[in-house]
């Protein structure tokens, strides 16, 4: 089993519509859950980060958490053509090293339609 | 202020060559991060730093890579005897300190070097 699973999609949303990306993990220690956004060619962006159970907003984008259910998602309101983009979840937990490494999935490609 | 900056862009070279990648971290971060990606999949760690020392490292796939942060600000990643497999793209990202479960451990990237070996 992999450590952080997303669906790879791609996804498709029409324009105006809420995007929903998903992202479960395996280790349950896991601390901190953050989202990235990747276009193509660039590197990845931070956009969202959780480190406890509920929903955080921000804007048009609010990241919920489950740490029970190990579950962390990510929505996408008022959906805009360029929000099209990779979205990789990335989980941070304490690694026997005294530092917080984060895992990565291999995202999800969003495309949204005009 | 600045980002996270990274240079070569790109890097074009033979089999059996040595590399030098280097990253410059935003400005007071202490921390700093290597990551590998390639293509279709996400980050994968590589090598941590907590100023100058390299507190975890992991993630390195085997001796041919090494890296240093002699100051405790820019770092390089160094390959030697490259080769294809190690074409990818090398993502240098920095955090202000790390702190578990907080804000201050959110890793900003930067643009990324991609590596060809031919």
């Known amino acids: 089993q992999k450590e952080v699973e997303q669906n790879s999609g791609p996804l498709s949303v029409p324009e105006g519509a809420i995007a929903s990306l998903n992202c479960t993990y395996s280790?349950?220690?896991?601390?901190?859950f953050f989202w990235y956004r990747q276009y193509s060619g660039k590197s990845p962006e931070l956009i969202m980060s959780?480190?406890?159970?509920g929903d955080k907003e921000d804007g048009r984008f609010t990241a919920q958490l489950n740490k029970a259910s190990q579950y962390v998602s990510l929505l996408i309101r008022d959906s805009q053509p360029s929000d099209s983009a990779t979205y990789l979840c990335?989980?941070?937990?304490?690694?026997?090293?005294?530092?917080?490494?984060?895992?990565f999935g291999t995202g999800t490609r969003l495309t949204i339609i005009p | 202020g600045a980002g996270v900056s990274q240079t070569p862009s790109n890097k074009v070279t033979e089999k059996g060559k040595y590399v030098e990648l280097r990253c410059d971290p935003i400005?007071?971060?202490?921390?700093l991060y290597w990551y590998r990606q390639s293509l279709g999949q996400g980050p994968e760690f590589l090598i941590y730093?907590?100023?100058?020392?390299?507190?975890?490292d992991s993630g390195l796939p085997n001796d041919r890579f090494f890296a240093v942060r002699p100051e405790g600000s820019v770092s390089t990643l160094k390959i030697q005897r490259t080769e294809r497999g190690d074409s990818a793209v090398y993502l240098c990202?920095?955090?202000?300190?790390?702190?578990?479960?907080?804000?201050?451990?959110?890793?900003?990237f930067g643009p990324g070097t991609r590596l060809t070996v031919l």
């Open positions: 280790d349950r220690v896991s601390q901190s």
């Open positions: 730093f907590q100023g100058t020392g390299a507190a975890d």
């Open positions: 990335a989980i941070g937990a304490i690694s026997n090293f005294g530092n917080e490494k984060l895992t």
């Open positions: 990202a920095s955090s202000p300190f790390p702190s578990a479960g907080g804000p201050y451990n959110e890793q900003f």
């Open positions: 400005s007071g971060h202490t921390a």
């Open positions: 959780i480190y406890s159970n």
